[in-house]
């Protein structure tokens, strides 16, 4: 079992930045695929960004260059950076956490899906 706790999140204009943070429990955290997806009101839960336990790491396009993953498996946590902020990129952020083989496909590495454990979210808002 993991159990995932964003924070983070806020209120900010566009142009600026936020680091969002995902602190996870259990003792193999860096086993586990990292991703953080986000949900906009009356949207479907979308891929951001996904990092893996050796490391690499994979954007969506409408992130890529603006947002960095990252991770500190000594203390169990993952990061968002996000950068150069849009006002579509308000959405509730969640991290998720889950076994993903390492010949699977990309397509299937960014499917909500394919994780097992989910944070509760946390509210990002840029305004214009």
């Known amino acids: 079992q993991v159990q995932l706790v964003e924070s983070g999140g806020g209120l900010v204009q566009a142009g600026g930045s936020l680091r969002l943070s995902c602190a996870a429990s259990?003792?193999?955290?860096?086993?586990?695929?990292m991703g953080w997806f986000r949900q906009a009101p009356g949207k479907e839960r979308e891929f951001v960004a996904i990092i893996r336990g050796s490391g690499g790491t994979y954007y969506a396009d409408s992130v890529k260059g603006r947002f960095t993953i990252s991770r500190d498996n000594a203390k169990n946590t993952g990061y968002l950076q996000m950068n150069s902020l849009k006002p579509e990129d308000t959405a509730v952020y969640y991290c998720?956490?889950?076994?993903?083989?390492?010949?699977?496909?990309?397509?299937?590495?960014?499917?909500?899906?394919?994780?097992?454990?989910w944070g509760q979210g946390t509210q990002v808002t840029v305004s214009s």
């Open positions: 998720a956490a889950g076994v993903i083989a390492a010949g699977s496909t990309m397509w299937y590495s960014t499917q909500p899906s394919s994780y097992d454990y």
């Open positions: 259990g003792r193999t955290f860096s086993s586990y695929t």
